[in-house]
């Protein structure tokens, strides 16, 4: 049974219905057992029984403190039975973890909270996470930021309601509670919680905002998480209007144009972009980030890139910006690297097939790969191949390379830019050599003198793609 409190009594308290904006068919409460989650785990075990709400509750051992964790864990679990609540447990060695992906502690940490959390909603068809943040975790996430560069968006703090993705929210019911309102709720109502020994380290940013810069700011001000939660609405205001304002700009036909887009106002740019590159990783850009990229936007130039968070690339493709996932680091060697062809089915890195046949049809395998749905036809070429010189061979381009073309050698790096080829696939393209140097460059240009003559022993280059 929940023990006796009244949700309208905790002042401060947003019902899930409220900050939905519906009534969900059940709630998972992240669990860690100190104070803020185990009011909340009563504030809910009430409201859900009153309004025919399941709930259940999730724990997370980290593995970082020992004895006192593996307390946490039972008291947790304990504390879930008395109230008819079920209790998933993780038991995680975050340590080992973090140094596997070669992450912080208290990174790695949230990362596995959240997985495993997504894992239960996702199992039990659970809507919406509900988390224990209070007034003065804004606080201080406002502070870390500030004193880390953070842009707008950063000033908004900890929002009341957070998109998980999947359909899934999480929610914060407590957060304009400080945290010394919730010690006396706790006191008053004689509810039991466990205190982590960690919080008064302050080899921890937080702990060190926590223990050492709040305190002075209450001197200051001691109104200090009002004044904080005013903040974070006016910035959050200012935000979702530049954000709605981004949006329509992103949905207006060749939105992407480096023209256009150096035309936009700094605040609008830095949605657009931010909206741009969301679309290829979660990670977030900083200050630092968005001055390279506003100068890579105004500047201009051509097929010149920029590194940014999340193994991404920003990349001016032509005339426009694009975003995109980095092309992992190749070794120098494998540009040196050169494919004997042979008769049949050659497969060539970056997605490719080369089919080579000397003079008899090859429809019937043409049709047979794009049958299968693997391979699509990307072009072909017959030439005579009397004019091949000593062995056939492929490679990806090379600095300084030229084939001879109209009379002339002409730059296979200029040729691929006048082509249009994108830059992601200008270093996979394969191109086709002899002991004489380049002889066709799929799509591009095929060396002079070697195209198909009559009566004359004729082979047959067709290039795939896989799809």
């Not at 988390?131 to 009341?160: M, V």
């Not at 903040?231 to 144009?257: H, M, Q, R, W």
């Not at 270093?427 to 460059?441: A, T, Y």
Request: hydrophobic content about 35%; overall charge neutral; some cysteine.
């Amino acid at each position: 049974m929940c023990r006796e409190i009244k949700t309208a009594d905790v002042k401060g308290f947003r019902s899930p219905e409220k900050i939905l904006g519906h009534k969900p068919a059940s709630l998972l409460l992240a669990y860690s057992g100190g104070a803020d989650s185990s009011l909340l785990l009563h504030l809910l075990c009430a409201w859900c029984k009153e309004n025919g709400v399941g709930l259940y509750a999730a724990h997370v051992n980290h593995s970082i403190r020992g004895d006192e964790a593996l307390r946490d864990r039972d008291f947790c679990i304990e504390s879930a039975q008395e109230l008819g609540i079920r209790c998933f447990v993780l038991d995680a060695d975050v340590p080992a973890i973090a140094r596997e992906r070669k992450k912080g502690i208290e990174e790695t940490a949230r990362e596995v909270r959240y997985d495993f959390f997504r894992e239960i909603m996702e199992k039990e068809n659970i809507e919406a996470l509900v988390t224990a943040h209070n007034a003065d975790d804004n606080l201080e996430t406002l502070i870390f930021r500030l004193a880390r560069g953070s842009g707008a968006k950063g000033l908004c703090g900890i929002p009341e309601k957070r998109e998980l993705g999947g359909g899934k929210v999480a929610l914060r019911p407590i957060l304009s509670i400080k945290k010394e309102e919730i010690l006396d709720i706790c006191r008053q109502l004689d509810i039991k919680y466990v205190c982590d020994s960690t919080n008064s380290d302050d080899n921890y940013a937080r702990n060190r905002i926590r223990l050492n810069v709040i305190p002075q700011l209450k001197e200051i001000n001691p109104s200090i998480h009002g004044s904080a939660a005013r903040l974070s609405a006016l910035v959050s205001a200012d935000c979702d209007f530049i954000d709605g304002e981004a949006e329509k700009y992103v949905n207006t036909p060749d939105f992407d144009k480096i023209g256009r887009l150096q035309a936009l106002h700094p605040a609008l740019l830095r949605r657009v972009t931010d909206k741009m590159m969301s679309k290829v990783t979660d990670a977030m850009t900083e200050y630092v980030h968005f001055e390279a990229l506003s100068r890579l936007i105004n500047e201009g130039k051509p097929h010149s890139s920029l590194s940014l968070p999340g193994e991404t690339e920003a990349v001016i493709d032509f005339d426009r910006l694009a975003f995109r996932k980095a092309e992992p680091k190749r070794e120098k060697t494998e540009k040196n690297t050169e494919i004997p062809l042979r008769e049949g089915e050659n497969r060539l890195e970056g997605g490719y097939l080369l089919l080579l046949h000397t003079d008899f049809p090859i429809s019937s395998q043409k049709n047979q790969l794009q049958e299968e749905n693997i391979y699509t036809l990307f072009t072909q070429v017959t030439l005579s191949s009397d004019k091949i010189v000593g062995n056939l061979f492929c490679r990806v381009r090379r600095a300084g390379d030229k084939i001879k073309r109209g009379g002339i050698s002409k730059d296979v790096r200029k040729l691929m830019s006048e082509h249009k080829i994108p830059l992601k696939d200008r270093d996979r393209l394969p191109v086709v050599c002899d002991d004489e140097g380049i002889l066709w460059i799929p799509g591009i240009a095929l060396r002079d003198g070697t195209e198909q003559k009559e009566n004359a022993i004729t082979i047959t280059l067709s290039v795939f793609k896989k799809q």
